[in-house]
């Protein structure tokens, strides 16, 4: 599926999807997890993503849990298998950011139709959801499973503007990785980028339609642009 054309003059979106791992979660717990067998959250988290990238780079697809458990096995070989399975689990307790409900119910009741666009799978995401009360501003629940890509490739992005039934440009997509909002904008959808994870926003990638320092002020943001 190609990409878009990106947006030039962004408006007010009618369906905003978040982006789920470290933008609405922490990943505290899996930290936690990792450090008896001594490896960085950080560390951890890029391999997991550039192997990932790659997978996608070259046209082919693993989902969240088999990409985990490979980046687990490279930096971690010497742990037992009981150590990989408690960092696999503890991807389904993570808590959410102090941010995330306040910016999910502002917009939701400003009528704008809010979901959820994850690289992990879609059971998952929705129990962090529930168990953190935040399923009730959040309308569906879109994982990159459905098209075999992970984000930031184009195809996930524009799936989930059909999947809501509307043109990409009136689509926002909410992260705080500035390679998803860079994925976002070449796929042709407003984006809002919210600095609390990566400090300054790199240069190489398309900025930002709107930021703010938490998701709130993002929220706040897609709502003030024209209408």
Not at 195 to 220: C, H, I, K, N, Q
Request: aromatic share 6%.
């Amino acid at each position: 599926m190609a990409a878009g054309t990106p947006v030039r003059e962004p408006h007010r979106p009618v369906v905003v999807a978040f982006d789920v791992v470290e933008t609405l979660f922490s990943l505290a717990p899996v930290a936690a997890a990792l450090e008896p067998i001594g490896v960085d959250l950080e560390l951890f988290f890029t391999r997991l993503l550039r192997d990932a990238f790659a997978l996608a780079a070259s046209g082919d697809f693993r989902p969240f849990g088999d990409v985990a458990r490979s980046a687990l096995g490279t930096l971690a070989a010497d742990a037992t298998r009981p150590d990989h399975d408690r960092v696999i689990e503890a991807f389904g307790r993570l808590p959410a950011h102090p941010d995330a409900a306040p910016a999910l119910r502002r917009l939701s009741e400003a009528g704008v139709t809010v979901v959820a666009l994850t690289n992990g799978s879609a059971d998952n995401t929705r129990r962090l959801l529930a168990d953190a009360r935040l399923d009730d501003h959040l309308q569906r629940v879109i994982s990159v499973d459905e098209v075999g890509i992970w984000k930031p490739a184009p195809a996930p992005y524009l799936h989930a503007a059909a999947v809501v039934g509307h043109r990409p440009q009136d689509v926002a997509l909410v992260a705080v990785h500035a390679w998803d909002i860079h994925g976002a904008h070449r796929a042709g959808l407003t984006t809002g980028w919210c600095a609390r994870l990566e400090g300054p926003y790199p240069a190489m990638f398309d900025p930002a339609s709107v930021t703010g320092a938490d998701l709130v002020a993002v929220a706040d943001a897609l709502l003030d642009l024209p209408v």
